[in-house]
């Protein structure tokens, strides 16, 4: 529940930004003539994301056996691909509102109704294909997906997205991508170890598949799954979460620090470029 909740609280929140961000400047330059053509935009966006996320459902459940594996693994390590590129990509955005503004401004100027209709379409669209495949990729390696959790994220985002665009509150939304940022990596980074997984599972990756360890408890007299078994209660919610793994293969085990030591590279590498002064 834990990670529908985040996955769509974040995707909902930068989903409610970007059309505040839109409404609030066709607001301030008195172009308000054009909100209808957003609206139709953003709408089409969100029933082009329902169609995707059926395609896709309907996609996934024809594979079975090795194929379903496969599947499930690929889907599990692009979904870990796109949260790192979302990551990286936010962090590199000093200004969003910005950007946004400038293309508002050329589609306006331009007279070409299509371009704000564009804007609005493919921001949602991008959100919701990103959902899709986040939300699938932790239902494939948690075993299942909370609906209340993504639900309740949705609701979180749009009252948050509210607050902030009307001035009721002084959020830092920054610092809550900051921190949520942290949280989705090694949500990644699980995703990664657990799409290794399926695909050593496959046959796909014959190697490195020696069991690293095995540190999940016996199960109890009554057969059921001790708190901290990867099934148990705690267990469950560190797998959805972090990728949380009782007995993993030694290739899952490196996957997972390979990518975090990844992050960490690019992160000190990104940090130290966009510490240079600007000498122009």
Known sequence: ????????????????????IILGYLARTKQQKYNNIVYLGIISGIVSSVIFAYLFSMIA???????????????MVIGAALLT?????????????ASY??????S?????SFGLFT????????EGVETVIFLNAARFAAGSTSILGAFLGIIAAIVLGYVVFTGMAKVSVKRFFNVSSIVLVLFAAGLVSHGIHEFQEAGVIPVLHGQAWDINPLLNPDGSFPWLH??????????????YNGNPSILEVMSYGVYLGGIFIIYNKMNRISSVPDKS
Request: net charge neutral; no cysteine; hydrophobic share 50%.
């Open 61 to 75: 459940g024809g594979f079975e056996g090795v194929a379903e594996q496969v599947f499930e693994g690929a889907t």
């Open 119 to 126: 804007v609005g379409f493919i921001s949602i669209l991008r």
């Open 85 to 97: 590129f979302m990551i990286f990509w936010m962090m590199k955005q000093k200004n969003v509102s």
């Open 230 to 243: 990867e099934e148990g209660i705690i267990g469950s919610i560190l797998k959805g979460l972090f990728g």
């Open 108 to 112: 306006i100027e331009a007279g070409a």
């Open 101 to 106: 503004h400038k293309r508002m401004q050329r």
């Open 1 to 20: 529940m834990l990670t529908s909740f985040l996955i769509m609280f974040r995707e909902s929140l930068e989903a409610s930004l970007i059309v505040g």
